[in-house]
Structure formats: C-alpha cells, structure tokens
C-alpha cells in the first residue's frame, strides 16, 4: 500500500491588542478570547501548524508585540507563523529568535520584495510566508490588497504570486477578503488560477466550513488550506465560541485518504 | 543533566530549548567552546542552507572542538535537520563537504519520482524505525513529526539507518552510530511525539 499523503490543516487566529479576534471581510473584529489560552488549546488538539497574525499592526503602524510572541512562541509545540506589522530585517530576526518558525509578509512584500528577498536568504525560503489578500475590484476581477485591506493594487493574484515566488518566498498563504468569516467555502477557481502558475506550496484562507472543503481545496491545487472561523466557532455558529480542530481519525477518513 | 544546544548562527534554538525544558531537562544555547566541551550532551540544530553550516562551524572555530567532544570523548549528540545533514561526508547542495560522521551523503529529493509532490517536503509524517534503538522503541501507534527540507541522506552503511519516511519514494530520516544521532524532522516542534523523543534523548545512554 503506497503511503498515505498529509497535508496541513493550519488554524489561523487574529489578534489585535493582544486580544484573539474574529474579523468578518477584515471588518468588525470581534472578541473571541485569550490568544495563550487558545493556543494551549489547539496544542492539546495536536494542530499541524498554527499561523498568528496582528490585524491592524499594518494599518496602525505598530511594532509587533513582542512579548506576546515571546509567550505564545513557548507555549507552542508546532510550527509557529506570525505576521502582521514586520517591515524590516531586524523585526523578523527578532520574531525568529523569540522561536517563531516562520515570518508572514503582506503589506511588506508588497512595497518592499527585495525584502523577502533577503530574509530568504538568510534564514531559508521556508520560513518567509508571503500572504496575498486577494478582493474583487468594481468588475469583479481578482485584484491584491495590502496593509490590512485598506491599500489596493493593480496586480492580479496570479502576478502578485509569481513576484512572490522569484522573490524567494518559500510559500504563498492566499487569502480571500470576500471569504473571510463568510463560513461559505473558499474560493476554488482563485486557488485553481493561483497555484496553476507556482512552484511553491500554496497554502487556501478564508471561507471553509470544514473538512469537505479543505480535500476540494486540495484538490483545486493547494498544497495545505488554512481556516480560522470554523477553528474558533462550535459547528460554524458564530453565536458560540469554542476552540475545535478536527482529530486525526477525522482528517485521515475526510481528506488524507482522498488525496 | 546539561545539554548544550550548539550555536552557530543558524536554527531556530529557542524552540528546542522550549521543548527540552517542557522535556524535563536542562539547556544551555551556547557558542563558547568551553561550555560545548564541558556539556553531558549536545544538539546540534540548523535550518537553511548546507554550504552556510559548514561555512559557519568553520568560521567559528567548532571544528575541532565537535570533533573532538564526538568522536574521542563520546559525547551524545543528536542532529536535528541541517544539524542532522552537516554530520555526512558531502552535501549535493553547495557541494561541500560535511562533518563526516556517517558515510553519507545529502542528496536533493529526485524530482522526477516525485509525482505532483512539491519540494520541500512539508509538513508531518509517519516515521517508521529500521532498527530497535533506545530513541526508537517499539510502540503500537505510529509516530508522526514535523518536516521541512528540500534534501535528504543516503547513507551508505545500512546499518546507520535509524528511520525511514515516505515522501515520493521512501527516504532515511534518522541515523545513528553509536553515540551519534540525527533527525531530519523537528522533534522540537512535533507535540507528545517530539516531546517522547527529546525524553529519550534526555535518558539515553549510548
């Protein structure tokens, strides 16, 4: 019997001021709790990978929180990924030396690719995430957004993701605004068109209910699909927080032996 | 119980150190020559590129103080990824030649056998032991852990392998030979799985 294939399944958790929130279309943040307590939580759920990232500190110009990386990153038994405000080497180098696996880049990348560039360089392409927020403009094309939505740009997904790969990113998290918090699926054709043009692993964010959705994922081209509502919500009702995360036997019989 | 957790300018140590302390034991992340030499233990990390590593334990004047705690005092020492892949003889990437102590090379994953799989190998895995080792015991349930590299070894004596893996084709993912050890997978970041390895580790008396 050939060996069966993993993939990652990787919560993605929001904060802002320290807070764990829950955004819908990157808007209206909403209280979900304490990001440490969320975190011993899905260690305890054996999650395969846990990515955090600061929503605002783009938009507001703050330095990472580093202290609450320093506290999340020793409480993390899995690859930790954390985004949100990084603009320059010396942040990144701090975030890596606190024990965070991998640096998201999104606003960053945008304004600035020689600067994944670099970081590749000196730590490996695998721990520079680059991140696409991808909307659809006025015609209902594909455009990247950066700095927490708030910037637009003229590249489509599909050249953004490219510019990342030559960058020297090690992997590409693509994520769906119009998805986010939606709890109706991720976009298949956006992931289909994606990761038809790269070489690097393509990771899907925004919109999945669960399981079924991550093996179409999956099966659309990505490589790993990530997900923050339906990890943060009982039975995807947003009235009803609770930390969830599906358990191997789940993951083996819905997505694993499909593949 | 003192483990040195070696540093030469590349890895995430914070992490193993986290892991080892959760483990039970006691860590030091040093680059002083004198607290590697005095250390019960080592462990010697690294991610990123082969020709860096050796490029880096040569400029800071490691060489011969690891060769000397290794190979003549005996020191119990476990490799972890670029750590793991530095102690073969050669590295297709760069190159270079490594530390030498497994008959072994670092070869890139043969993408023409991989199929539609992407390189780097990402993400968790079975291990399956290939012989009865101390940091192997036998247990019922398989044991999975975290990957992430583009190469891997190929040892040339049989008997150093440790455990194997199945990405495209099925490759070593851990070695030893007496008091030496390496694992391309991160125990450190691999839950109840790493944390049983690095308690292993911790015990193990080769």
């Known amino acids: 019997m050939a060996a069966m294939r993993r993939i990652r399944v990787i919560p993605v958790l929001g904060i802002d001021r320290g807070r764990l929130v829950k955004t819908v279309g990157f808007k209206h943040p909403k209280y979900i709790g304490d990001p440490l307590n969320a975190i011993k939580i899905f260690n305890d759920k054996e999650v395969d990978e846990l990515a955090i990232v600061d929503i605002r500190a783009a938009l507001n110009g703050t330095e990472p929180d580093y202290e609450l990386i320093a506290d999340m990153a020793g409480e993390c038994f899995m690859p930790l990924a954390y985004g949100g405000g990084i603009r320059h080497a010396d942040q990144a180098k701090r975030i890596f030396d606190l024990g965070v696996e991998k640096v998201i880049m999104n606003s960053a990348f945008l304004e600035q690719p020689e600067l994944v560039t670099g970081l590749a360089s000196n730590y490996g392409a695998q721990s520079i995430v680059v991140c696409l927020d991808v909307d659809r403009n006025m015609f209902g094309k594909w455009r990247v957004k950066g700095v927490s939505g708030s910037r637009k740009y003229e590249w489509t997904p599909e050249e953004a993701a490219v510019m990342a790969e030559e960058a020297g990113a090690g992997e590409l998290l693509l994520h769906a605004i119009y998805k986010d918090g939606s709890l109706s699926g991720y976009d298949f054709d956006l992931i289909r068109s994606v990761s038809g043009r790269l070489n690097i692993p393509l990771v899907a964010l925004g919109g999945a209910r669960g399981t079924s959705d991550m093996l179409q994922a999956v099966q659309s081209g990505a490589s790993a699909v990530a997900a923050s509502s339906t990890f943060v919500y009982n039975r995807n009702d947003t009235r009803s927080i609770l930390i969830n995360y599906p358990n191997q036997k789940t993951l083996t019989e819905e997505v694993f032996r499909h593949l | ?206």
């Open chain 2, 1 to 206: 119980m003192s483990i040195c957790i070696i540093d030469y300018g590349l890895g995430n140590l914070a992490s193993i150190r986290n892991m080892i302390r959760k483990a039970g034991g006691k860590s030091e992340i040093s680059s002083d020559p004198t607290v590697i030499a005095a250390a019960e233990k080592l462990i010697l990390p690294g991610v990123g590129h082969f020709a860096a590593g050796m490029e880096n334990i040569l400029k800071s004047g490691l060489l011969p103080v690891l060769h000397e705690a290794v190979l003549e005092r005996k020191t119990p020492i476990l490799g972890i990824c670029l750590g793991m892949q530095l102690m073969a003889g050669h590295s297709e990437e760069g190159d270079v030649a490594g530390l030498g102590w497994f008959d072994a090379d670092i070869i890139r994953f043969r993408q023409e056998d991989m199929g539609n799989l992407k390189v780097p190998h990402m993400g968790w895995n079975e291990v399956k032991p290939a012989k009865a080792h101390a940091l192997f015991p036998n247990v019922d349930e398989p044991e999975r852990f975290y990957f992430v590299h583009s190469y891997h070894i190929r040892c040339n004596n049989p008997e150093d392998v440790l455990a194997t893996a199945h990405y495209g084709y099925d490759f070593t993912c851990a070695v030893s030979r007496k008091n030496i050890a390496g694992m391309q997978f991160h125990p450190e970041k691999s839950h109840r799985f790493g944390m049983g390895m690095m308690e292993r580790f911790i015990q193990w008396q080769p």
